[in-house]
């Protein structure tokens, strides 16, 4: 019955959902409030810390009452919902032919992200690992294909991906996650050492693909995409090196985003678990 309900009623179930979660789930407190104390130090005060690590939580229960009303999205109900900045950009992307790199996170309702691409015609889809309920995996796969996205399962479909650029369409990915079984490098976020994956850059440099990071954030109960600016892809000959400055490029744009909108991130994820060894 949730998907029949109006969008304002399901956030307001869904805030309160990820409250009770909050309160609940003591472990998983303690560990945002620790990474939020490890980031952003004494930036922010631990009052402050309480009340972003609360939102997040509440951010997360809207988002999953919002992704139970994906069913119903049309492109008229995307338009209505969802405003969007620097579409100029994704334009201009496209016309050099290579496709896209969404660059993305963790971070707001990340699947309104993709299907509102999909809704507007863009071909394409996200890159997704297998998740630990095949159940909500294949009713997850089938509400992103009926709004036009495809899934392609991490690691399994890298050549896919790369003729699906080479054919100018877009691929989302979002690799702000610590996934060690992954090709990655430690590169600098929030001050500190974090693996991350270099499947993006990987891409990017064997494609030509440009890189666009995206993000979308809300505002009160409807929703706007940030498309920033294009990340420099810029072949040296050291792919190594290249793959290194790639990765920390949008590392830093992604960062910046968190700190702009620190509830809108899963702070609960172990971000920084895989340290460099000596």
């Not at 399901?10 to 979660?21: H, M």
């Not at 009303?69 to 492109?75: E, G, I, S, T, V």
């Not at 790199?101 to 071909?123: K, V």
């Not at 072949?235 to 990765?247: K, N, V, Y």
Request: with cysteine; proline share 5%; net charge positive.
């Amino acid at each position: 019955m949730l998907p029949l309900l109006p969008l304002r009623v399901s956030q307001w179930l869904g805030r309160n959902l990820g409250r009770v979660a909050f309160w609940c789930l003591k472990s998983q407190r303690e560990l945002t409030l620790q990474h939020l104390r490890l980031a952003l130090g004494d930036a922010v005060t631990a009052v402050e810390q309480h009340h972003v690590a609360r939102r997040a939580f509440e951010h997360l229960g809207m988002n999953g009452l919002e992704w139970l009303a994906c069913p119903k999205l049309n492109r008229t109900t995307a338009t209505r919902w969802i405003a969007i900045d620097g579409m100029e950009r994704v334009e201009h992307a496209l016309a050099r032919g290579n496709g896209i790199i969404f660059i993305s996170a963790h971070f707001g309702n990340w699947e309104l992200l993709a299907a509102y691409f999909g809704l507007l015609g863009f071909r394409g889809g996200v890159v997704a690992r297998r998740l630990r309920y095949p159940e909500y995996e294949s009713w997850l796969i089938r509400a992103r294909a009926a709004n036009g996205v495809e899934t392609f399962v991490r690691d399994t479909n890298f050549k896919e991906l790369v003729r699906r650029l080479k054919n100018n369409q877009c691929i989302g990915i979002m690799p702000d996650q610590d996934v060690d079984s992954v090709e990655g490098v430690h590169v600098e976020f929030f001050g500190r050492p974090t693996y991350t994956p270099t499947g993006p850059a990987a891409l990017a440099l064997l494609t030509g693909a440009a890189m666009l990071p995206a993000f979308i954030v809300r505002e009160d109960s409807r929703f706007r995409i940030l498309i920033d600016e294009e990340i420099p892809v810029r072949p040296t000959g050291d792919r190594a090196r290249d793959m290194q400055d790639i990765t920390q490029a949008w590392s830093r744009v992604t960062e910046r985003y968190i700190r702009q909108f620190p509830d809108h991130w899963v702070w609960m994820h172990r971000r920084w678990k895989t340290q460099p060894q000596h």
